[in-house]
């Protein structure tokens, strides 16, 4: 009896083992023979992941040749890896080495690992050698700079992507890494200042430009931080594509409200933060983001967050937008399964008819870093608990979380607790720190308070709030920064019989 081979086995059951593969060994198995190398082209490529430097620009000029590939794409990754924006010279490189192998000693320390040695110290071989490739990557990073040679390849490459559904721009490891970047010899020992947000920027507009010309029909986005600036009506962004998001299913996003190029870590600008913070802020007023929200009615994920670069405490300055400036007014998607909603400003009220009118299609919620303008967190919590106690959904509050007393006295005094995060809970743990055990088991408090359906109380309260410890404050009042017309303090419109129930809380 003949042995029994792979490319012996009915095309239908190869497919079912290349589904249980990882990416490596499909790409292996695709060398095997033209028959796997076939069936193999529908798994091994769906996703294509690059950085802005000819190696991998090269590699996509390569790829635009092989249609019978190209037509098995349906995402593109366009990673946010740069070297430093500011050209060095060799003395200069030489420092950022030095400076380099002092913190890995000072990280030690803090984390005590004293005894551990630090990274091994180049020679002056190897100096050279990686300032070398750092002029050879600069030089070739200015150019795709200078002559946008990324946005004539993209739009090149998506005309020829006939199944392209996913583009996702990211400048941090969560939604996308390249294992073997080019950059990576480089940025070890010399980061000098790069403003990945507005970077971020430029990258997502080449996207969006290409996705433009080809007229595609996203159905998932990614992007991850970008600056606020992409939504500026006058620049080009996802405003400009809205008639291509109605297919739109998942959409996530993280917007850079305060860049973290202004000054050495621990030597922030007040006036810088609350500068950027102003203009996210009337950015987001604009309404350019409502609209593109509003223009996606099959939305099944939602993630949408801001993020602040600073050394600063939590809640130290204004919020960066608001949920009523954020979301489509009165907002229902009706298949919405999935939603997070990261450091915006809003009420207890708007907060919980928003949850309320998607109550019934949510399955995984997150609220993180959420502010209460006039209310509480104390009043919240229990609205929360009447929407999905015992629905099975997965709720949790995560991070700081603020807002201010009400009080019969109408005294507003301001409240904060710190209820944990996952991904701190991960950093602690590659770097070898204990955990957060008390914010850990109020986050697991108040998520179990929310979701299970059994007699409990709020376990938010005052004699477990987290206050800051108090410095003397060197900023102005914060009127200096604002002018009159600048309402960062928003006041909220909305209909008490739409939560009947709710509301007598």
């Given at each position: 009896?003949?042995?029994?081979?792979?490319?012996?086995?009915?095309?239908?059951?190869?497919?079912?083992?290349f589904?249980?593969?990882?990416?490596?060994?499909?790409?292996?198995?695709?060398?095997?023979?033209?028959?796997?190398?076939?069936?193999?082209?529908?798994?091994?490529?769906?996703?294509?992941?690059?950085?802005?430097?000819?190696?991998?620009?090269?590699?996509?000029a390569?790829?635009?040749?092989?249609?019978?590939?190209?037509?098995?794409i349906?995402?593109?990754?366009?990673?946010?890896?740069?070297?430093?924006?500011?050209?060095?010279?060799?003395?200069?490189?030489?420092?950022?080495?030095?400076?380099?192998?002092?913190?890995?000693?000072?990280?030690?320390?803090?984390l005590?690992?004293?005894?551990?040695?630090?990274?091994?110290?180049?020679?002056?071989?190897?100096?050279?050698?990686?300032?070398?490739?750092?002029?050879?990557?600069?030089?070739?990073?200015?150019?795709?700079?200078?002559?946008?040679?990324?946005?004539?390849?993209?739009?090149?490459?998506?005309?020829?992507?006939?199944?392209?559904?996913?583009?996702?721009?990211?400048?941090?490891?969560?939604?996308?890494?390249?294992?073997?970047?080019?950059?990576?010899?480089?940025?070890?020992?010399?980061?000098?200042?790069?403003?990945?947000?507005?970077?971020?920027?430029?990258?997502?507009?080449?996207?969006?430009?290409?996705?433009?010309a080809?007229?595609?029909?996203?159905?998932?986005?990614?992007?991850?931080?970008?600056?606020?600036?992409?939504?500026?009506?006058?620049?080009?962004?996802?405003?400009?594509?809205?008639?291509?998001?109605?297919?739109?299913?998942y959409?996530?996003?993280?917007?850079?409200?305060?860049?973290?190029?202004?000054?050495?870590?621990?030597?922030?600008?007040?006036?810088?933060?609350?500068?950027?913070?102003?203009?996210?802020n009337?950015?987001?007023?604009?309404?350019?983001?409502?609209?593109?929200?509003?223009?996606?009615?099959?939305?099944?994920?939602?993630?949408?967050?801001?993020?602040?670069?600073?050394?600063?405490?939590?809640?130290?300055?204004?919020?960066?937008?608001?949920l009523?400036?954020?979301?489509?007014?009165?907002?229902?998607?009706?298949?919405?399964?999935?939603?997070?909603?990261?450091n915006?400003?809003?009420d207890?009220?708007?907060?919980?008819?928003?949850?309320?009118?998607?109550?019934?299609?949510?399955?995984?919620?997150?609220?993180?870093?959420?502010?209460?303008?006039?209310?509480?967190?104390?009043?919240?919590?229990?609205?929360?608990?009447?929407?999905?106690?015992?629905?099975?959904?997965?709720?949790?509050?995560?991070?700081?979380?603020?807002?201010?007393?009400?009080?019969?006295?109408?005294?507003?005094?301001?409240?904060?607790?710190?209820?944990?995060?996952?991904e701190?809970?991960?950093?602690?743990?590659?770097?070898?720190?204990?955990?957060?055990?008390?914010?850990?088991?109020?986050?697991?408090?108040?998520?179990?308070?929310?979701?299970?359906k059994?007699?409990?109380?709020?376990?938010?309260?005052?004699?477990?709030?987290?206050?800051?410890?108090?410095?003397?404050?060197?900023?102005?009042?914060?009127?200096?920064?604002?002018?009159?017309?600048?309402?960062?303090?928003?006041?909220?419109?909305?209909e008490?019989?739409?939560?009947?129930?709710?509301?007598?809380?």
């Amino acid at each position: 009896m003949a042995a029994v081979t792979l490319q012996c086995l009915p095309a239908e059951m190869i497919h079912e083992i290349f589904k249980h593969l990882d990416l490596s060994d499909q790409r292996t198995l695709r060398l095997v023979n033209r028959h796997l190398g076939t069936i193999a082209n529908e798994y091994a490529l769906k996703k294509v992941t690059f950085c802005m430097c000819k190696q991998d620009f090269d590699m996509l000029a390569e790829l635009m040749k092989q249609p019978d590939l190209l037509c098995h794409i349906q995402s593109l990754i366009y990673v946010v890896d740069t070297i430093s924006l500011e050209r060095q010279t060799f003395e200069m490189y030489t420092r950022a080495v030095e400076r380099d192998d002092i913190l890995k000693v000072s990280v030690g320390k803090w984390l005590g690992r004293e005894s551990e040695d630090p990274t091994k110290k180049l020679t002056p071989a190897e100096l050279r050698e990686n300032f070398d490739r750092y002029t050879q990557f600069f030089d070739e990073q200015e150019d795709i700079l200078v002559q946008s040679r990324d946005h004539e390849m993209l739009k090149q490459l998506v005309s020829k992507l006939p199944n392209l559904k996913e583009i996702n721009v990211s400048s941090d490891d969560e939604t996308a890494s390249v294992k073997n970047s080019p950059f990576k010899e480089c940025r070890k020992v010399c980061d000098g200042p790069f403003e990945d947000g507005r970077m971020s920027t430029r990258h997502l507009q080449a996207m969006l430009k290409a996705v433009h010309a080809s007229a595609v029909r996203l159905q998932t986005f990614r992007c991850y931080s970008v600056h606020y600036d992409i939504f500026d009506p006058q620049s080009f962004g996802l405003h400009s594509i809205m008639d291509l998001l109605g297919n739109m299913t998942y959409f996530e996003l993280g917007i850079e409200a305060v860049e973290d190029a202004h000054m050495p870590i621990g030597m922030d600008d007040p006036h810088e933060i609350f500068g950027d913070l102003l203009e996210c802020n009337k950015t987001m007023k604009s309404g350019t983001l409502q609209r593109v929200l509003g223009s996606m009615p099959n939305l099944v994920t939602l993630k949408l967050s801001f993020v602040e670069y600073h050394g600063e405490p939590q809640g130290s300055y204004p919020p960066p937008a608001f949920l009523d400036h954020v979301l489509p007014g009165r907002a229902k998607w009706p298949k919405l399964k999935e939603l997070l909603l990261g450091n915006v400003m809003t009420d207890r009220v708007p907060l919980a008819q928003f949850l309320h009118r998607h109550q019934e299609t949510l399955k995984w919620v997150r609220l993180d870093q959420i502010r209460l303008a006039k209310t509480s967190w104390m009043k919240l919590l229990p609205m929360l608990r009447k929407l999905f106690a015992g629905t099975g959904a997965d709720v949790a509050i995560t991070d700081f979380i603020m807002s201010v007393s009400e009080t019969d006295d109408g005294i507003m005094v301001p409240e904060m607790w710190e209820l944990g995060h996952p991904e701190w809970d991960y950093v602690r743990k590659e770097f070898g720190m204990p955990e957060n055990a008390d914010n850990n088991q109020l986050g697991l408090a108040v998520k179990k308070y929310i979701t299970v359906k059994t007699k409990q109380e709020c376990p938010l309260r005052e004699d477990n709030m987290h206050f800051w410890e108090s410095e003397e404050d060197e900023l102005e009042d914060e009127d200096d920064f604002f002018d009159d017309e600048d309402e960062f303090f928003w006041e909220d419109e909305f209909e008490d019989d739409e939560l009947p129930d709710l509301i007598d809380m």
